[in-house]
């Protein structure tokens, strides 16, 4: 009996999320400015699908990837928008322990498909480059089915044991997470147990998923320059490296702030609180905002389609 009093002492229903770090009175100052970019992501990823559905020149690969990846931006940011509404909007910080899983399952599920889509991305520049007259007939509609399903199957398989990983831990320590939002290093450091399990196996996922993806997409943008540097046509050139621009601007919109995330977790303990917060909120905000904006200004069809729709408006 005494073992279970001890056990249920050890473990809280609930977490604590971290507004402002220190500064709890100024989080209403953050509801306007995350509103806007949370119906941004939503305006401009819902933009694209629309899009690219009703527009007959973007039934092509490369825009099939782009919808999937505007699908992920969207899923992802609806992650988190349960406790940053709680905190920020109606300050209530308090986030049950089973609903703090759950949102950790899927922030840390669709960061994986994200990376993963952009992999496939990469791929699809590389078949429309190194051999254009057969892209269409490569890039079918059943493989880039299959792609997607091997994307979010990886995704899933890799993050399904985390919850599990978190729920055999025992927790005595404060109940206070340092986000707005539950992130699995965040729970783990609030064990009161050993979390070696947990720190292998996370090292494990992050290397063989989003190290692995960065060099695969290293690895094809090199395949895909020496492809460029063969062509004869300085015009032909520059048109092909054109078609790149878009994609190479998301993949540095998702890993540049999750390099610097990680760095500032890792070497910046010295910093103020609000820099961790700033960067970890940048980190899962920032690209469901921009790649929308990205595609619509680097792809002429998506943009000729939207200013065809504002021009309706005003007539």
């Not at 990837?65 to 609806?78: K, N, R, W």
């Not at 917060?277 to 619509?296: D, T, W």
Request: hydrophobic fraction near 50%.
């Amino acid at each position: 009996m005494k073992m279970n009093s001890n056990a249920s002492q050890t473990n809280h229903h609930s977490f604590i999320l971290t507004g402002i770090p220190g500064m709890p009175d100024k989080n209403p100052w953050m509801a306007f400015p995350l509103g806007f970019l949370y119906t941004l992501t939503l305006l401009g990823n819902g933009t694209i699908l629309a899009v690219v559905k009703v527009e007959q020149s973007l039934h092509e690969p490369m825009y099939y990837f782009l919808c999937i990846l505007a699908l992920t931006d969207v899923s992802l940011s609806m992650s988190t928008l349960p406790s940053m509404l709680s905190i920020f909007w109606f300050n209530a910080p308090e986030i049950l322990f089973d609903a703090c899983i759950t949102q950790m399952f899927f922030i840390h599920g669709f960061g994986v498909v994200e990376s993963g889509v952009l992999v496939s991305m990469a791929f699809d520049r590389f078949v429309a480059i190194r051999n254009p007259l057969r892209y269409a007939s490569i890039l079918t509609h059943g493989l880039i089915g299959k792609i997607g399903i091997v994307v979010f199957a990886r995704a899933f398989c890799v993050v399904f044991p985390v919850p599990f990983l978190i729920k055999r831990l025992p927790f005595c320590r404060s109940n206070v997470l340092s986000h707005s939002y539950c992130l699995h290093q965040d729970a783990m450091r609030l064990a009161c147990a050993s979390t070696r399990v947990n720190s292998l196996y996370g090292l494990i996922v992050v290397i063989l998923t989003l190290g692995l993806d960065a060099l695969i997409i290293l690895f094809s943008y090199i395949l895909i320059l020496k492809t460029v540097l063969g062509i004869a046509s300085r015009v032909e050139r520059l048109k092909a490296l054109n078609t790149c621009l878009s994609h190479i601007c998301a993949v540095l919109l998702f890993y540049i702030p999750l390099i610097g995330a990680t760095m500032i977790h890792r070497f910046g303990k010295h910093l103020s609180p609000v820099v961790h917060m700033f960067m970890a909120n940048i980190y899962l905000l920032l690209p469901p905002v921009l790649n929308p904006i990205v595609y619509s200004v680097k792809t002429k069809q998506i943009r000729r389609r939207i200013i065809q729709v504002f021009q309706g408006g005003r007539t």
